[in-house]
């Protein structure tokens, strides 16, 4: 039986990120350099081009090749939406922001993200190689570790910071 | 001024990304649309075939689930009768309607044959016509036009019988090609 969701539909999530992305920047424009808009646009309108290719030659594709590269598409949307948290964070140093962003829209993202993946692999028997699962689970306790340190004693952050400027 | 002019040179910005941003997603959105379109088509067997039968007319004729080659015979000036000549199965758990439509004859000239005839019966009740398809000849051929819809309940097999008819001075080896269509309601 055919699965509910078609692989380009990560595709299609990535376009969307990207847009997002773009309408964000602009909306932020004095944040961030003034072509990264348009950059996002362009990266958005190169996915719209890669559904166009994936319809024309999808049954010389077949279905495995055509996830690994929607996939990958939607990788690249989602990195990019961390990186610009990273840039406001450590670049900008927009500490409120950085967390605003974290909040609204990078965990957000890949909730949704990690929901449909694990839905298409769970329905088509996709097989993700298992180094992926193990360096997601490791980052994820670090994240989960340090995150616990912080909530629980929050003048760590400040001592390190103290530390760094005395050496 | 100089800031109402900056604040406008944003919103027009945004405006234009706004803008670009719902043409590429409602444009990409449709083109996901026609793919889950296209990749619902699934190949399949299909649930009312063909299936050989007493009187399969063997050399020559062939059978697969979907098309049927029957080789028939004419004699000039008698009748031949293939009683069970090819049968129609319905394999699915539901009753199907089906029909045959006829095609164009090819081949040698109609004068050749007096009457080619197709009669449906359901194994079940034999001797109840259920439907007939007969192509004449002569100086031209001539056909009753598409049978009605038959309906073939779940699991039953029903039968074509051919009657064919030569004049007594038809060509020997004369060939008529006949394409016969079996539409089936799904």
């Known amino acids: 039986m055919s699965s509910v969701i078609l ?6 999530l990535g376009i969307d990120l990207f847009l997002l992305l773009s309408l964000l920047t602009c909306l932020l424009d004095e944040r961030f350099p003034k072509a990264l808009p348009y ?3 362009a990266a958005a309108l190169m996915g ?26 939607l ?50 028997s996709v097989e993700f190689p298992l180094l992926l699962l193990q360096v997601s689970l490791v980052v994820s306790t670090i994240v989960l570790g340090v995150s616990t340190l912080i909530f629980l004693s929050p003048d760590i952050l400040n001592k390190f910071r103290r530390s760094k400027e005395v050496n | 001024m100089q800031l109402k002019r900056i604040v406008l040179k944003k919103e027009m910005k945004l405006l234009g990304l706004l803008l670009t941003s719902l043409l590429i997603a409602s444009a990409s959105a449709a083109v996901y649309y026609s793919l889950s379109l296209e990749s619902r088509t699934i190949v399949s067997s299909p ?8 009187d399969f007319p063997g050399p020559g004729g062939d059978l697969t689930d979907s098309w049927v080659r029957l080789n028939l015979k004419s004699y000039p ?19 199907h309607n089906f029909r045959l439509t006829p095609g164009t004859p090819s081949g040698d000239g109609s004068s050749n044959w ?20 007969n192509y004449t000849g002569g100086g031209s051929w001539t056909n009753t036009g598409q049978t009605g819809w038959m309906t073939i ?22 060939v008529c090609n006949i394409v016969i269509s079996v539409d089936v309601e799904q």
Do not use: C
């Not at chain 1, 692989?7 to 299609?12: I, K, N, R, W, Y």
């Not at chain 2, 009683?83 to 319905?90: L, W």
């Open chain 1, 75 to 124: 990788i690249v949307a989602v990195i990019s939406i961390v990186a610009v948290n990273i840039y406001i964070a450590t670049a900008k140093r927009m500490w409120l922001l950085a967390k605003a962003w974290a909040g609204t829209v990078t965990f957000p993202t890949i909730v949704v993200t990690v929901f449909f993946v694990s839905n298409y692999g769970f329905t088509t």
């Open chain 2, 47 to 54: 649930v009312v075939k063909f299936v050989t039968a007493s």
């Open chain 2, 77 to 95: 000036n008698a009748t031949l009768t293939y009683d069970r000549a090819v049968n129609i199965s319905n394999t699915d758990s539901v009753s």
């Open chain 1, 7 to 12: 692989p380009e539909f990560f595709a299609l």
């Open chain 2, 114 to 133: 007096e009457y080619i005839k197709f009669l449906v019966y359901d194994n079940a009740i034999p001797g109840v016509l259920q439907g007939s398809l």
């Open chain 1, 39 to 41: 950059v996002f646009q």
């Open chain 1, 48 to 73: 719209f081009g890669h559904l166009l290719i994936s319809r024309e030659f999808m049954v010389l594709f077949g279905e495995y090749m055509r996830f690994w590269y929607s996939f990958f598409y």
């Open chain 2, 153 to 174: 309940g779940n699991g039953a097999e029903w039968t074509i019988k051919v009657i064919t008819r030569s004049p007594s001075g038809a060509t020997l080896n004369a």
